[in-house]
């Protein structure tokens, strides 16, 4: 049997063991929250990232993991560039940099530092069609239209790539020859997928645009 001064002095104990448990529950989220402030390796890295974008110089503070689909969607609003898959499958988020098209969804941002970027805005207005906007205007090259900025900037880019040679991944030989036909349009433009069916129209307007340039 305890005594009632044993008793009394226990009951004293938890009750200073429980506020200072409540205390020290109160101050952990204060005392995390101080951390993340002060320790570096807690917050993203990021950086500075200067672009030129469709003629403009453009600078950027972006967090390191950015895509280049987001930093043009998101801190751009250059939203023509469209998200489509986002594994670099269907190619609505095709733009070309440097001359040369890309995923823009595969590739971060910070990649391109001082690179030249043109998206389906940079191609042509309303009032100023590109002669590719304005030869899938002509043929139908779209229903559902998501698919049309990477499909018209890839477009693009094919003919320039056939102009100055450069071998397709399977049809190489079709390019040593110096042979433009539909097979080798179609061979170039595979990575960008229409879910409508649009290939037919995609490929008259394609075939025109590259007759008109000889």
Known sequence: MHCPGHLELSRRDLLIATAATSVAISAAP??????????????????????????????????????????????????????????????????????RRINSCLSLAVMHEGDEI??????????????????????DGFQCGYCTPGQICSAVAVLAEIKSGMPSHVSADLTAAAEFSEMEVRERMSGNICRCGAYPNIVEAITEVAGRQG
């Open 30 to 99: 204060s005392l995390a929250h101080a951390q993340n402030q002060t320790s570096p390796a807690a917050r993203p890295a990021s950086s500075t990232v200067n672009l030129t974008v469709n003629g403009s110089p453009r600078s950027l503070d972006l967090d390191n993991r950015t895509t280049l689909l987001d930093a043009l969607r998101e801190h751009l609003h250059l939203t023509g560039t469209k998200k489509g898959c986002d594994h670099g499958q269907c190619g609505a988020c095709t733009v070309i940099v440097e001359g």
């Open 118 to 139: 043109t998206t389906i805005e940079g191609l042509g207005t309303p009032e100023d069609l590109h002669p590719m906007q304005a030869a899938f205007v002509k043929h």
